[in-house]
């Protein structure tokens, strides 16, 4: 079972930053795909960002040279780095994995195991 526990939303205005956190336990975390998604009121869930096994990132357009994904395999630990916050980057973030995955897609159907979720406000 692959369990996932996300942290370091927070409310920022316009410009700031911030850096959300998923912690993942499991016995496979060397075999998972790992993405970031999230989720705005009244809107479907959309990928943000994702990262292969090897540490291969991808990236919607709407973040590319903003945000950035890494992970640290010692600590078993997904990162989403947030810069250059807009209002529009308000919603529920989470992260997600996948061990059947030939890439790590961002389609949220692609994805078996979630985190709760952690929420990002930012002001205008």
């Known amino acids: 079972q692959v369990r996932l526990v996300e942290s370091g939303g927070g409310s920022v205005q316009a410009g700031g930053s911030l850096k959300l956190s998923c912690s993942v336990s499991?016995?496979?975390?060397?075999?998972?795909?790992t993405a970031w998604f999230r989720q705005a009121p009244g809107k479907e869930r959309e990928g943000v960002a994702s990262v292969e096994r090897d540490g291969a990132p991808r990236y919607a357009d709407s973040v590319k040279g903003r945000f950035t994904i890494s992970k640290d395999n010692a600590k078993n630990t997904l990162y989403l780095q947030m810069n250059s916050l807009k209002p529009e980057d308000t919603a529920m973030y989470y992260c997600a994995a996948e061990t059947y995955l030939g890439i790590a897609t961002m389609t949220p159907y692609d994805y078996r195991y979630w985190g709760q979720g952690t929420q990002v406000t930012v002001s205008s």
């Open positions: 499991g016995p496979v975390y060397n075999r998972l795909c």
